[in-house]
């Protein structure tokens, strides 16, 4: 079936150092891959997503580039900041049918510290 | 533009209780979702409504949940006779049915005692 794996549940990283989230999925079309932010206490946000036309999507710092033939849409930045702590979500959508459905990951819960 | 509104922020209710939670999509938002948050699952999808009809509801416990979408304008999430392992952020969100992107609620915190 169509799914998304996040294969950290939580990272720990020092302020400045590159991060980089794993995001695989299976799925049965070809898809739109996205990332999701939410901090704390905050509803979850469009970070990221994959276009159709191989551009590598960029937003805040963060890139993600979508490896069809590895089936990975991994979220990286160059320099962590302390404001980057959150908990992020791949999420794939169905793009060949007029299913809208999106596929969440568990999460991966990323806390800088100084 | 409000966003997604979900009501009530919180609600506590004790075991074998009925929880309704409400969600207003986006004005002009076809698509409305709704789904479960718990550290352990992540975001774990429910059921989704298109132009107010059920397209798919897949997620749900069969026996104790069930989803309305009586207008355009709001959607329930009714949960009857709750378990403590429904606690959780129920999430809602909307889309145009033109994008790629989902508008969250800031949720609603069930907790069931």
């Known amino acids: 079936g169509d799914s998304v794996t996040q294969t950290e549940g939580l990272v720990t990283l020092t302020e400045g150092l590159p991060v980089m989230l794993n995001c695989t999925y299976q799925?049965?079309?070809?898809?739109?891959l996205f990332w999701y932010v939410q901090h704390l206490n905050e509803a979850p946000k469009l970070l990221l997503k994959?276009?159709?036309?191989?551009k590598r999507p960029e937003h805040q710092g963060f890139h993600a580039t979508l490896h069809k033939s590895s089936s990975s849409f991994h979220l990286q930045k160059s320099s962590a900041q302390l404001s980057d702590s959150a908990l992020y979500y791949c999420?794939?959508?169905?793009?060949?049918?007029?299913?809208?459905?999106?596929?969440f990951g568990k999460g991966t819960s990323l806390t800088v510290i100084p | 533009n409000a966003g997604v509104i979900q009501t009530p922020r919180h609600k506590v209710t004790g075991k074998g209780q009925e929880a309704t939670l409400w969600c207003e999509p986006i004005?002009?938002?076809?698509?409305v979702f709704w789904y479960r948050q718990t550290i352990v699952q992540g975001l774990e999808f429910l059921t989704y409504?298109?132009?107010?009809?059920?397209?798919?509801d897949s997620g749900m416990p069969k026996e104790r949940f069930s989803a309305q979408m009586p207008n355009q304008s709001h959607s329930t999430l009714k949960i009857q006779s709750t378990q403590p392992q429904d606690s959780a952020v129920y999430l809602c969100?909307?889309?145009?049915?033109?994008?790629?992107?989902?508008?969250f609620g800031a949720g609603t915190r069930l907790s069931v005692l």
């Open positions: 409504f298109r132009n107010q009809a059920p397209i798919d």
């Open positions: 994959s276009f159709t036309d191989n």
């Open positions: 969100a909307s889309s145009l049915a033109s994008q790629n992107t989902l508008y």
């Open positions: 004005s002009g938002h076809s698509a």
């Open positions: 799925s049965t079309y070809s898809p739109f």
């Open positions: 999420a794939l959508r169905l793009s060949n049918t007029g299913y809208q459905n999106f596929y």
